[in-house]
């Protein structure tokens, strides 16, 4: 599998944006698809994740409510659609895969980032 995250930039508190990766490759219905993000000077951290098939979601507490994963299977697309952004949602978004039966995850995309400004 490989993965071309997208859809980072520049925007002010209260925006929203859609992040896009785009995945190819191997069978992705075998795959679990993450997004995960970190910020200067702290650890990366968990946003969301989602099952290719079925599309089971998963977004971290701190962030329901605003942020949203989903996949388009036409598109082999996992999108994750932040609203209400925040100056502390400023990090270098990245999309990852790992297959059902793997613990970690082993393919990365590049990152894409995102400033929010107050």
């Known amino acids: 599998v490989q993965l071309q995250a997208s859809g980072g930039g520049l925007v002010q508190a209260g925006a929203s944006l859609r992040l896009s990766c785009a995945a190819s490759g191997r069978t992705l219905s075998n795959y679990v698809f993450g997004w995960f993000r970190q910020a200067p000077g702290t650890e990366r951290e968990v946003v969301a994740s989602?099952?290719?098939?079925?599309?089971?979601?998963y977004v971290a507490d701190s962030l329901k409510g605003r942020f949203t994963i989903s996949r388009e299977r036409a598109k082999n697309t996992v999108y994750l659609q932040m609203n209400s952004l925040k100056p502390e949602d400023t990090a270098v978004y990245y999309c990852?895969?790992?297959?059902?039966?793997?613990?970690?995850?082993?393919?990365w995309g590049q990152g894409t980032q995102v400033t929010v400004s107050s």
């Open positions: 990852a895969a790992k297959h059902r039966a793997s613990s970690e995850y082993s393919v």
């Open positions: 989602i099952t290719w098939s079925p599309a089971n979601a």
